[in-house]
């Protein structure tokens, strides 16, 4: 129920008084109320839920998470150890 | 897609598992709040893949399974009535009341329709004058704001034939019932992530201080369950108890100012009936007094239905995590996706269901295992 998915917004409008915006989620296109991020912009990524906008994703937040988990991915190599299955 | 590929790769996977393992002398109990969580961990085999130290319990963050039986009657009874549109969210339509669930009322003749957002069901309302339009308005604190935004647009756009079903929860109060309970075993709680989006993480301190007990918020991909999962375990192995965020990319300190206003101004808080566990404290919103014009309650007059749940459902074991899904007497025999005893067996968030799907043909492990 509380999915999210991460979506690139790619047009702005207003509609009854409320800012939708189009957004692209890898292909699969749907109109999104952007009334709780009314900051968006065309190309900023979003996390959407039921059809409206929760956050704009901190793009420099996302790299940093994935620079930590590759310096973890980096140390286990670096130390030898292997996946056992 | 950005933001969902880069956070389910097998690789840095497999490196966070081996963190995991060696940073495990001890066993811990941990549990993840949320279903999309549990629905996570259970497609990608992550608890059979952690250590045997680590073990996965499945909180009760599933809205679908928690929404209390007597509300689904309410919402079967409003749905059978004539010239009502009956609006809610796909999970719940198989759900089963004490008789049927909304399938079978659509099957007979109701008018009920599955919406993607909750403002298609305003705009239903206004393309039907004449029906009275209603919209079953659960989940938790993620789904809160999109419900709350209906009231106010069908007040803005004078919409009179639209009304709201409220039944929303609340995590905090869920952890602060789990944690003093004298049967937990939890040491651990991977907070949900799109709760936090909205509410932030200020709501989390006062359960770390009481408890000692470490909350990771935690995000949805593979990655970021593992990344939640590695941190906990880390604060436990040194006997340490802190609110952490391992999902800075949609979570805040602070949470979504906006959405918290409007929460504020349409729902209060109201102590909440949770199915399979009974009432707890503070744990939902109901709609403010100002707004009873669009309350759905005050409108059908449904609230003298009350109901008394089947004995052969577990789903309250399953979701204080006292009993794993394969361990139910009922599971996969009395009980299915097609013939749901329960709710955590309907919505492919719900523990049960997400073991039927990827896990019934193991052996069940003993009860207390």
């Known amino acids: 129920m509380c999915l999210g998915v991460p979506g690139k917004v790619e047009e702005i409008w207003e509609a009854d008084g409320t800012t939708m915006a189009r957004v692209d989620f890898g292909g699969v296109r749907k109109d999104v109320c952007l009334a709780y991020v009314p900051d968006l912009q065309v190309g900023d990524y979003t996390i959407v839920h039921v059809g409206f906008a929760l956050t704009k994703v901190d793009e420099a937040s996302a790299e940093e998470t994935l620079s930590l988990l590759r310096d973890i991915g980096a140390l286990e190599a670096e130390l030898g150890v292997t996946f056992q299955k | ?43 990608n085999g992550i608890d059979q893949l952690l250590p045997e130290q680590v073990e996965m319990i499945h909180g009760p963050g599933c809205p679908v399974c928690v929404t209390p039986l007597e509300m689904i009657d309410r919402a079967l009874a409003i749905a059978a009535m004539p010239d009502v549109i009956f609006c809610t969210f796909g999970d719940m339509v198989r759900v089963p009341g004490s008789n049927v669930d909304l399938l079978r009322i659509k099957a007979g003749g109701g008018d009920v329709r599955i919406v993607y957002s909750p403002l298609d069901a305003v705009k239903a309302a206004i393309d039907n004058p004449d029906k009275q339009v209603v919209f079953f308005g659960i989940g938790f604190e993620t789904t809160a704001p999109a419900n709350a935004m209906t009231v106010l ?3 803005r756009l004078g919409v009179p034939n639209f009304s709201l079903l409220v039944s929303h929860v609340r995590v905090p109060p869920a952890i602060e019932a789990i944690m003093s309970s004298p049967l937990s075993r939890v040491q ?39 990344e939640g999962i590695r941190r906990v375990v880390a604060q436990l192995e040194r006997g340490v108890a802190q609110l952490d965020n391992a999902y800075p990319r949609a979570v805040s300190f602070e949470g979504n100012a906006v959405a918290q206003k409007v929460l504020a101004d349409v729902f209060e808080v109201t102590d909440r009936m949770w199915r399979g566990i009974g009432m707890i404290p503070q744990s939902g919103w109901r709609l403010q007094d100002k707004w009873a014009k669009f309350d759905a309650e005050k409108r059908f007059d449904v609230s003298a239905i009350t109901a008394t749940e089947s004995p052969d459902c577990h789903s309250g074991e399953v979701l204080q995590g006292l009993l794993k899904p394969n361990q139910c007497p009922a599971f996969g025999t009395l009980c299915s996706p097609a013939h749901p005893l329960g709710a955590p067996m309907v919505s492919s968030e719900g523990a049960c269901a997400a073991y039927y799907q990827f896990r019934r043909l193991d052996a069940p492990s003993p009860v207390g295992a």
């Open chain 2, 1 to 43: 897609m950005k933001y969902l590929d880069e956070f389910n790769d097998p690789e840095l996977a497999a490196a966070l598992l081996d963190d995991i393992r060696k940073t495990a002398t001890k066993p811990w109990a941990l549990m993840e709040v949320c279903g999309g969580q549990t629905h996570t961990i259970v497609r």
């Open chain 2, 188 to 226: 651990g709680f991977l907070a949900a992530g799109h709760v936090c989006t909205v509410m932030g993480m200020g709501e989390y301190v006062p359960l770390v201080e009481k408890y000692s007990v470490p909350i990771v918020v935690t995000g949805f991909e593979p990655l970021d369950v593992l």
């Open chain 2, 153 to 155: 647009q069908a007040d």
